[in-house]
C-alpha cells in the first residue's frame, strides 16, 4: 500500500491571505499525522505564496513522521534544505506565474544541473526526488542523475476526461512505474488526485507514495482536517 504526503501548501495559502497567524500549517501537520498521514509535504516557493521559512523550521523540528520538501533547483532553497534537513526534497520546476506546479522537471534537458543538486542534497543525508512526467526521456534521465526517487506527476491523469483518455493516461503512469523500477529508481506520484481518482493510482504495483494535498486541504473545510486525511487514507487503503 501507497504512503500517503499530505501537502499542507494550502493551509497556508488561506492564512496568507490575510497575511496573519490562522490557519497554522504546523497545527494542521499534527491533524493530518493523527489522521494517518505518513509523511508532511510542504513548497517553499521563490515568492513564499503560502509556505514560509517559519514553516519549515517548525515542522522538521515537530513533525513525527517526516518532512518531505518541495522545492525548486535554485540556490537560495538549496541553502535552506542543506541548513534545515528535511528527510526527503522533492525538486519540482517552478515559474512565478503559474497556479500551481504546472508539468514536471525537464531533466533530460538540465541533467547536469539536475545532479549537481541531488549530489548535494544525497550528501546531505536527504532522500531526493524529482517531479516528473510519466515520459521514458525524463524516467530515463532521472536514473543518471543519481536520485534515488521519481515523483510521477498524476495531473495529466486527473485532468483526463472520457474514458480512453483517462485510460490511455493511466497506462503512462503505470509503463512510466514499470520503466523506473526496472532502471532502479523508486516511484512516488502525486498532483491533481482526489478522492474520486486515487485509487487505481494507489493500485499500481511498487507505487511507494502519493502527495496529496489540495482534495485534502478542500474536504477538511466540510469534515475537519484529520477526518479529511483518514477518508484518503482510507481509500488508498
Ligand atoms: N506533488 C508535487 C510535487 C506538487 O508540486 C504538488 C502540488 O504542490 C502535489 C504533489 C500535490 O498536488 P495537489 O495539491 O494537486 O494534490
Redesign the pocket.
Known sequence: MPKLGV?I??VATVRQARRTYEPDPVWAAAEAELGGADQI?V?LREDRRHIQDRDVEILVRTVQTRVNL?MAVASEVLAIALKLKPACV?L?PEKREEV??EGGLDVAGSLERVSETVKKLNGAGIAVSL?IDPEPRQIEASAKSGAPFI?L?T?SY?DARGDAEIARRLDALRDGTKLARQLGLRVNA?????YRNVQVVAAIPEMEEL??????VSRSIFVGFREAVREMKALIR
Open positions: 501537502n501548501d494550502h509535504t513548497h518541495e522533492c519540482v500551481t506546479t517531479f515523483e506527476h495531473g486527473a502525486g498532483h491533481g488526485l482526489n502527495n496529496i494535498g489540495h482534495s485534502i
